[in-house]
């Protein structure tokens, strides 16, 4: 045998483990779950519906959706952007948001919209699904919503929406609020739009595994606001004192081991 072979095989393995982007099977991006995401309108013949004091529904599900993403990535998850650059038409538009979707494989799909009504009545917040799992997403998203003071409008079967009809995972259309409704937009923000709508699919993803380990100190500004937010504490960005003091006593009534670290355990409490 070529005793240059073994020293071969150890030089492609060092390789092939220290390329940018590989890790481990236990926190590999292969390995983590895949969360679709596309911002509803937003491209050429796909224009969304104008509000009060001209605000856009364009507008605003680019602000939810990026955030979104944002918070989505710094928890762990692959993220596919389903929104496409540029279209030819409005069914060209939504085909290229599935085609992309389906062919990621992604656990799940959310587009996110904000509605408005006819005679400017409406208000209030509602999920569609398509199916089972689907509809589990949707009452799980709607729930943190409402939270935020919208009115329920409920979880909607819809299954003839394109994006819901041809996409082959859960899939699920946030109509976050009315943009024509000036109550709605009064209460209507991005940031706490986007850790509701994480927070709803995180709560029955639960990939708590894949999560950032957190402490006093981190630099993950993305996952720490969304820390901050399953807190319910001033999030910054910032894993100062307040955070580690939260994080603490959420430790101490949940029956966790009391160090301040926001490990597997700790995000497992905070997600259920």
């Given at each position: 045998m070529n005793k240059r072979l073994p020293l071969l095989f150890v030089l492609v393995f060092v390789f092939v483990f220290s390329m940018p982007g590989f890790t481990s099977a236990a926190g590999s991006k292969a390995s983590a779950l895949t969360v679709a995401v596309d911002i509803g309108h937003n491209s050429a013949y796909d224009g969304g519906k104008v509000g009060v004091n001209g605000l856009t529904e364009d507008q605003c599900t680019k602000k939810v959706g990026t955030l979104?993403?944002?918070?989505?990535?710094?928890?762990?998850?692959?993220?596919?952007?389903?929104?496409?650059?540029?279209?030819?038409?409005?069914?060209?538009?939504?085909?290229?948001?599935?085609?992309?979707?389906?062919?990621?494989?992604?656990?799940?799909?959310?587009?996110?919209?904000?509605n408005a009504s006819p005679n400017g009545n409406g208000f209030g917040t509602e999920v569609y699904y398509t199916n089972d799992e689907g509809k589990k997403l949707a009452a799980s998203v709607q729930s943190q919503i409402t939270a935020l003071g919208f009115a329920d409008r409920g979880i909607k079967y819809k299954n003839t929406y394109y994006?819901?009809?041809?996409?082959?995972?859960?899939?699920?259309?946030?109509?976050?609020?009315?943009?024509?409704?000036?109550?709605?937009?009064?209460?209507?923000?991005?940031?706490?739009?986007?850790?509701?709508?994480?927070?709803?699919?995180?709560?029955?993803?639960?990939?708590?595994?894949?999560?950032?380990?957190?402490?006093?100190?981190?630099?993950?500004?993305?996952?720490?606001?969304?820390?901050?937010?399953?807190?319910?504490?001033?999030?910054?960005?910032?894993?100062?004192?307040?955070?580690?003091?939260?994080?603490?006593?959420?430790?101490?009534?949940?029956?966790?081991?009391?160090?301040?670290v926001v490990g597997q355990q700790t995000w497992t409490k905070l997600i259920k």
């Open positions: 979104v993403k944002a918070k989505l990535k710094a928890m762990g998850y692959n993220v596919v952007d389903c929104t496409p650059a540029n279209a030819t038409s409005l069914r060209n538009s939504l085909k290229q948001r599935t085609d992309k979707a389906n062919a990621s494989k992604a656990d799940c799909f959310v587009s996110i919209h904000l994006v819901l009809k041809n996409t082959k995972m859960p899939s699920i259309l946030v109509e976050c609020a009315f943009v024509d409704s000036a109550s709605d937009m009064k209460k209507f923000n991005p940031e706490k739009m986007a850790n509701a709508i994480c927070r709803g699919l995180d709560s029955q993803l639960k990939p708590a595994a894949g999560k950032p380990v957190l402490k006093k100190g981190s630099k993950n500004y993305d996952a720490v606001k969304y820390l901050q937010s399953l807190l319910k504490i001033n999030s910054d960005g910032i894993f100062g004192n307040g955070t580690d003091k939260a994080v603490r006593n959420l430790q101490k009534k949940q029956g966790l081991s009391v160090d301040g």
